[in-house]
């Protein structure tokens, strides 16, 4: 490389074609087989779409990993980020305060379930979640009438909360979380009700099984509540198991549950939260109102790093005191409320309002369900599981036993190029294929997508063998 120069579109696509010359270790991904691939390099967005360097086409049908929400290159958010990009890119909230942070604030409050009054940003999805661990413990020992004994948290089976270690320590992806183990204190753990694949592993038909799985949990909260923090969970969907979905009345019943032992409620809405499951935030849809809202993905409309904890005004009173009490949160990121990350948020809320994006998202989701439909017998489709525009597709060997592909198939990874060879672009979760489309995808779009996943699937179970048997850590993770 010559001087340290770079402008987009030079000579650096043609030096990336040079494997060896990467000096990218990539997240959830496994560089041994990445290092027998060729590159995909994206250049730039166009709406719904990414343009390779070499100025193919592909379809955005995992949102830019679950965040995009109205598309690439939108005009308003993009104004918006060079409006704040011509006054001050970026300054701290150690002390001082700035307009975009304080608007974004409020329209967050005014957006949430009700309860939630304060908004503590942070610049990802792990760091939403840590911030709520941390306060909800601090809260027990500062509050009123103090219970330091509440030390635990409560977290359900398969869940996934990011990957700092606080938020690793909630999680349940042995794959994900097991190793570190040593490092962590484990949570109380209660199954997640997941009908196809019961955690109580009951022969049921799906219909109100998520009773078995309350049930343990109330003898969780029963016999541990005075030990318990909060229990952490992630609304409707658990994205990261492989869209493993609970009904609203589960939540409900689990969040009434906790409420009546003084457990506090975190509601992990970082892959749901925005719209993403036909309501503004999937607690909605059960009724939850938590004690904790952790927001990040599609808060900028999928364009800039920003997070935000809310929390309620008993939360924010207990960290109130003289300075010397030492009462107050000791937690904050460099880049927390980010001006130029709160601009885009801000553009990113008025459009998802002014166009309604997610009265859309309800609208066109029983479009999604019919166009799915027809995969729904398809023999190497176990099931498919979808909750407004997120959808998990499980691929298994056989039907009537569910039995799984062997890992060494690498059946999904392979139904996944296959979607990209025709366009689309996926990131499948083990041997779930995903699709999580930009809110704004229209019903064509989604028809289209489902059309190309059957012909991949076919592709790849049907008419051409079993082969290529190569075991891929980053296939089995499937990333996020
Ligand atoms: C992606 C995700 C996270 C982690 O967010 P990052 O920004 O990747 O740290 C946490 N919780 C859920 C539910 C997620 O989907």
């Known amino acids: 490389m010559k001087g340290l120069g770079w402008r987009p579109h030079g000579s650096f696509s043609k030096r990336m074609k040079n494997k060896n010359r990467s000096a990218l270790w990539k997240p959830f991904t496994q560089m041994t087989d990445l290092a027998r691939e060729e590159p995909l390099v994206i250049a730039r967005g166009e709406g719904r779409w990414l343009v390779t360097d070499r100025g193919r086409r592909l379809y955005d049908g995992v949102s830019s990993l679950w965040a995009n929400v109205h598309g690439h290159r939108i005009r308003e958010i993009d104004q918006a980020i060079r409006r704040q990009l011509s006054q001050i890119a970026h ?69 996934y909360d990011g990957d700092t270690l606080g938020a690793v320590g909630v999680g349940g992806i042995a794959l994900f979380h097991q190793v570190y183990g040593p490092l962590i204190r484990r949570p109380l753990r209660a199954p997640a009700p997941h009908a196809y694949r019961c955690p109580l592993r009951h022969r049921h038909d799906g219909q109100g099984c998520w009773r078995g799985c309350l049930a343990v949990l109330e003898r969780i909260v029963a016999r541990h509540h005075r030990k318990i923090a909060a229990f952490v969970f992630e609304p409707l969907v658990q994205g990261a198991a492989g869209m493993v979905m609970h009904p609203p009345q589960y939540l409900a019943a689990a969040a009434r549950l906790c409420r009546a032992h003084g457990i506090l409620l975190v509601a992990d809405e970082v892959a749901t939260g925005f719209g993403r499951t036909g309501t503004m935030f999937a607690c909605e849809a059960a009724g939850v109102a938590p004690d904790f809202l952790c927001l990040a993905k599609g808060l900028t409309g999928g364009y800039l790093p920003l997070a935000a904890t809310l929390t309620t005004e008993p939360v924010y009173r207990a960290f109130l005191g003289p300075y010397g009490s030492f009462k107050a949160f000791f937690h904050g990121h460099t880049y927390s409320g980010n001006p130029l990350a709160c601009a885009a948020a801000l553009a990113n809320l008025d459009l998802l309002l002014e166009k309604r994006v997610v009265e859309g998202v309800a609208r066109k ?44 198939a690498r059946t999904a990874y392979r139904v996944g190029l296959a979607c990209r060879a025709r366009g689309l672009l996926l990131r499948p979760l083990g041997d779930v294929i995903v699709l999580m489309p930009p809110l704004t995808a229209t019903a064509r779009e989604l028809a289209w997508m489902t059309e190309v996943v059957k012909e991949a699937i076919d592709e790849v179970t049907v008419s051409r063998p079993m082969r290529e048997a190569q075991v891929s850590q980053a296939d089995i993770t499937g990333g996020r």
């Open 91 to 159: 300054t701290t909230l150690l002390g001082p305060t700035h307009e975009p942070a304080e608007v974004l604030a409020q329209k967050l409050v005014a957006l949430a379930p009700r309860g939630l009054t304060r908004v503590f940003y942070s610049d990802n999805g792990s760091t939403a979640v840590e911030v709520a661990l941390k306060m909800a413990f601090q809260y027990h020992r500062q509050k009123p009438r103090p219970e330091p004994a509440r030390t635990r948290f409560l977290a359900l089976t398969q869940g």
């Open 365 to 408: 989701t029983p479009m999604l369900a019919r166009a799915l439909s027809s995969l729904a017998r398809h023999p190497h489709v176990g099931e498919i599981r979808q909750k407004g525009f997120m959808v998990g597709i499980e691929l298994v060997a056989d039907r009537t036993s569910k039995k799984p592909f062997p890992l060494e």
